[in-house]
T-cell receptor
Framework: GENVEQHPSTLSVQEGDSAVIKCTYS??????FPWYKQELGKRPQLIID?????GEKKDQRIAVTLNKTAKHFSLHITETQPEDSAVYFC??????????FGTGTRLKVLA | KAGVTQTPRYLIKTRGQQVTLSCSPI?????VSWYQQTPGQGLQFLFE???????NKGNFPGRFSGRQFSNSRSEMNVSTLELGDSALYLC?????????????FGPGTRLTVL
């Protein structure tokens, strides 16, 4: 069935370093790929998204890249800060009506 | 604009009981989706409603049901609760029922089944 694989499940980086989270999707028709950040006890918040007609999108310290041929997309966070510590979820559109989510990456930024 | 709201925020029930959770979408959003979040399974899609109609349903048993009202508010119901139903239930709203339309999440309802 359709699925989204997300790696790694946990990631620890030193403050100021970069963090990269990778996702692979199975449905070649997927055309929308959002990333959500969920801090402990809070709701998932959209941080960036990308559509299939774009290969890369950047918003300050956050960027997402998409390789449609390989069916994978990645989140890049540069100059990480302690407040970046959270669980990050990728998602891919499946069919007409819904997303399927990756299993999440717990990012810890060490001061 | 006010964000997505969910009530109640916390619930404790016992096995066999039933529960109803409520979600009010962002004003102007007509599509509401429900997700179950557990530590082991991540975010699992339950169902989506638009114009009071269920548009899509995930792989959950029939004990899980929902509905949407004319003002786009949505409720989900779980009957005959099981211990494994303990989870954070999140709803998300979007303007239209299109998977390319961004979904915005509510704070969730934490359900504990004893």
């Amino acid at each position: 069935g359709e699925n989204v694989e997300q790696h790694p499940s946990t990631l620890s980086v030193q403050e100021g370093d970069s963090a990269v989270i990778k996702c692979t999707y199975s449905d070649s028709a997927s055309n929308y790929f959002p990333w959500y950040k969920q801090e402990l006890g809070k709701r998932p918040q959209l941080i960036i998204d990308i559509r299939s007609n774009v290969g890369e999108k950047k918003d300050q310290r956050i960027a997402v890249t998409l390789n449609k041929t390989a069916k994978h997309f990645s989140l890049h966070i540069t100059e990480t800060q302690p407040e970046d510590s959270a669980v990050y979820f990728c998602a891919a559109s499946i069919g007409t009506y819904k997303y399927i989510f990756g299993t999440g990456t717990r990012l810890k930024v060490l001061a | 604009k006010a964000g997505v709201t969910q009530t109640p925020r916390y619930l404790i029930k016992t096995r066999g009981q039933q529960v109803t959770l409520s979600c009010s979408p962002i004003s102007g959003h007509r599509s509401v989706s429900w997700y179950q979040q557990t530590p082991g399974q991540g975010l699992q899609f339950l169902f989506e409603y638009f114009s009071e109609t269920q548009r899509n349903k995930g792989n959950f048993p029939g004990r899980f049901s929902g509905r949407q009202f004319s003002n786009s508010r949505s409720e989900m119901n779980v009957s005959t609760l099981e211990l494994g139903d303990s989870a954070l239930y999140l709803c998300a709203s979007s303007q239209i029922p299109d998977s390319t339309d961004t979904q915005y999440f509510g704070p969730g309802t934490r359900l504990t089944v004893l």
